[in-house]
């Protein structure tokens, strides 16, 4: 693999390497002031917008609830629910009709700068005119809307936009449809409100230097715009994903859209009506031209920048190279015994840090090649003391073995049979020097010292062992069910003449539990802080340091009382077939 360090001389490669990085960092700087300046200021943008959005939202939901709240206030009016339900003859009814359009419904739609008509439909109209503001038409009409399958199934709804007959002539408006009900009748039928579009437009382009602007009904609909918008097809793929009441978002449109505008911002607004949203496009060439300029300017003097830098280069580099090549030279001067005292003391910066390390170096290598010959006569000795620690133990039960024959022709049973079982333990305990043994071989030996104590209680000791089938072969660390038992012999039985200790041996999940359990007096709650009584050199501290420290979490050793009376003590180990390694 190409390296230029390994191939040029390190202060070409550093000039080389300055230039490059140093455009590159230009490139960068201008691309990242870019895209944040870009995001500030559609950030910006956005929240000036939504703010406008806000407040026009308002405004439009005053309006709007207006309209809503004469629906509910006509469909509560005594006078115009009688004249829904009036059955008579045509005289009395055309009289109540005329009174309740010039005293009531007409000057309602008069005085309001939104509502452009009423439309009334009810059973048997007296007279149908579809150029008066007020219109009384007849059911049957219901039957040529498109609303009125979505008007049964709801008591209101708003409608899309649409045209209106009126006394003005045909209009764009919003409606507002209401299913009127009384106590008596519960279809008395429908009051349609038609919002003058026009009105609701002007209020959208108030600012008449802003973006545009489209209110969308909750079907994806466009019910009101400002200026030019999208294709329907375009914006039901911008706004069906708005989340939130307040957002904005950058978007692209396809190459085919109609919108002029393909790259744009868009801001959008929920919290006038639930469902419907107010949009504000914005072209994003508007937002960026500043960010533009910024990158440009940046581009400038980078360039600048790169040129006085590319002079400033060449000479640092020289110079930092010059202490590295020193340091290889006094590097190749050394050698182990040999002093070196040409290290230069001129340098108060990190190459003054450079040669006092490398000085503290070479001392810490001298101490450490006297420690290794230090540590070489140290290992002999041990070696040798290892030896004996090999040759001691054997003595031992070789010294047993003749003691057991004495006793048997001595006549002594009792003390042969001890000295026998103690040099099963021992043969065990020994185990060739391994750390870990089966099961099989930790039982023998807690049952050797069971016997023996079994030897000196009589009848008083009894004991169980139980372990599942197939457990016997799998390793454990010696030494370790034993002074468990040898606890609760000395401590749980102290000042009894019965005791019965129990050791079962069980698979659990991927592990091994050992549980010995006594019927003794129990374990003290402080047994941990005590200092623990030593037992042939093991104890039950020392089993479980061994036991966290050759397998740790979850496995380990527990100790508690159990109600009934007695001490039960829980080893819980990996299933191993294989030797581990040595304490």
């Given at each position: 693999m190409f390296n230029p360090f390994r191939r040029y001389r390190i202060d070409y490669v550093l000039f080389i390497s300055f230039a490059v990085f140093i455009a590159l960092l230009v490139t960068v700087i201008s691309g990242v002031s870019y895209y944040i300046s870009a995001r500030d200021q559609a950030d910006s943008t956005s929240f000036y917008q939504q703010g406008m959005l806000g407040e026009l939202n308002k405004q439009l939901a005053l309006q709007l609830?207006?309209?809503e709240q004469t629906s509910l206030a006509l469909s509560q009016n005594s006078a115009f629910l009688s004249y829904l339900d009036l059955k008579g003859d045509y005289y009395t009814r055309n009289r109540a009709r005329i009174d309740l359009s010039q005293n009531y419904l007409s000057p309602l739609v008069n005085s309001s700068p939104f509502i452009l008509s009423m439309e009334v439909y009810m059973d048997?109209?007296?007279?149908?005119?579809?150029?008066?503001?007020?219109?009384f038409l007849p059911r049957d009409y219901l039957m040529g809307q498109s609303w009125y399958p979505s008007a049964q199934k709801s008591d209101f709804l708003w409608?899309?936009?649409?045209?209106?007959?009126?006394?003005?002539?045909p209009q764009q408006v919003l409606s507002f449809v209401r299913h009127i009900s009384s106590n008596a009748n519960p279809d008395l039928g429908y009051l349609v409100i038609n919002v003058k579009q026009?009105?609701?437009?002007?209020?959208?382009?108030?600012?008449?230097?802003?973006?545009?602007?489209?209110?969308?009904?909750?079907?994806?609909?466009?019910?009101?715009?400002?200026?030019?918008?999208?294709?329907?097809?375009?914006?039901?793929?911008?706004t069906d994903d708005l989340q939130g009441e307040l957002g904005h978002r950058h978007i692209r449109l396809s190459p085919s859209a109609a919108y002029d505008e393909k790259d744009i911002l868009m801001v959008w607004s929920k919290s006038f009506q639930e469902g419907w949203v107010l949009v504000e496009l914005t072209p994003w060439r508007d937002i960026t031209r500043g960010s533009i300029q910024l990158a440009k300017t940046l581009v400038?003097?980078?360039?600048?920048?790169?040129?006085?830098?590319?002079?400033?280069?060449?000479?640092l580099s020289r110079n930092f190279t010059a202490p590295i090549r020193q340091l290889v030279q006094l590097m190749g001067m050394y050698s182990v015994g040999r002093q070196v005292n040409d290290f230069p003391d001129t340098y108060r910066n990190e190459f003054g840090s450079l040669f006092g390390g490398y000085r503290k170096m070479i001392e810490r290598i001298e101490e450490l090649y006297v420690s290794l010959e230090r540590q070489h006569q140290a290992q002999k000795e041990a070696e040798i003391k290892a030896l004996q620690a090999m040759i001691n133990p054997h003595f031992l039960y070789n010294t047993l073995d003749q003691l057991n024959w004495m006793a048997i022709e001595a006549g002594q049973d009792r003390i042969s049979h001890v000295l026998e079982l103690m040099g099963r333990m021992f043969r065990i305990g020994l185990s060739g020097g391994e750390s870990f043994i089966p099961l099989y071989d930790e039982l023998k030996h807690t049952e050797c010292y069971l016997q023996i104590q079994q030897l000196k209680w009589g009848e008083g000791l009894t004991y169980r062992i139980e372990m599942d089938e197939g457990l016997g072969e799998l390793l454990i660390p010696k030494l370790t069910l034993q002074p468990f038992v040898e606890n609760a012999v000395i401590h749980g039985f102290h000042g009894r003449l019965t005791g019965e200790v129990t050791i079962s041996i069980t698979?659990?999940?991927?592990?091994?539990?050992?549980?010995?359990?006594?019927?003794?007096?129990?374990i003290p709650q402080d047994w941990n802080k005590r200092k623990k009584r030593k037992t042939g050199g093991y104890g039950i501290r020392n089993v479980i340091e061994r036991v966290e420290a050759y397998f740790g979490s979850?496995?380990?050793?527990?100790?508690?009382?159990?109600?009934?009376?007695?001490?039960?003590?829980?080893?819980?180990?990996?299933?191993?077939?294989?030797e581990l390694g040595g304490d």
């Open positions: 609830r207006a309209v048997e109209p007296t007279q149908v005119d579809p150029l008066s503001d007020v219109q409608l899309g936009q649409r045209v209106a007959n009126s006394s003005q002539g026009k009105t609701l437009q002007t209020l959208l382009s108030e600012d008449k230097a802003s973006p545009s602007r489209m209110l969308i009904d909750g079907g994806g609909r466009l019910m009101l715009s400002t200026k030019q918008v999208p294709d329907p097809e375009e914006l039901e793929s911008l400038i003097v980078g360039i600048a920048a790169l040129l006085v830098t590319l002079f400033i280069t060449l000479s698979s659990v999940d991927e592990g091994i539990m050992c549980r010995i359990a006594d019927n003794g007096v129990g979850p496995y380990g050793v527990e100790l508690r009382q159990i109600p009934e009376g007695g001490t039960e003590a829980l080893i819980y180990i990996p299933m191993k077939k294989q």
